[in-house]
Nanobody
Framework: QVQLVESGGGLVQAGGSLRLSCAAS????????MRWFRQAPGKEREFVAA????????DYADSVKGRFTISRDNAKNTVSLQMNSLKPEDTAVYYC?????????WGQGTQVTVSS
């Protein structure tokens, strides 16, 4: 199995920045991609960003392109999400996910609140 622990959420004003981190442990050698999702109150969980664990290729939701950057550190088994120019609509619980040999593992989530 893979265990994921997120950190870095908090309260920020619109236009500000936050950096989320996700530390993976366990059978990390099985991971081939890492993703961030978010879920706002009353809404479905949605994809935010993804990074390929080996080649580093990235993908973003249109709503965050140009503002968010996902990166990984294979040596430390961590993935980060740098969030700039935050908007109130970015308010959500952010979840880290690891795709590994046919399974998807989830972290516990971290709250991001952007005030207007």
């Amino acid at each position: 199995q893979v265990q994921l622990v997120e950190s870095g959420g908090g309260l920020v004003q619109a236009g500000g920045s936050l950096r989320l981190s996700c530390a993976a442990s366990g059978r990390t050698f099985t991971i081939y991609a890492m993703r961030w999702f978010r879920q706002a109150p009353g809404k479905e969980r949605e994809f935010v960003a993804a990074v390929n664990w080996s080649g580093g290729n990235t993908d973003y939701a249109d709503s965050v392109k140009g503002r968010f950057t996902i990166s990984r550190d294979n040596a430390k088994n961590t993935v980060s999400l740098q969030m700039n120019s935050l908007k109130p609509e970015d308010t959500a619980v952010y979840y880290c996910a690891a795709d590994a040999t046919g399974l998807r593992y989830w972290g516990q989530g971290t709250q991001v609140t952007v005030s207007s």
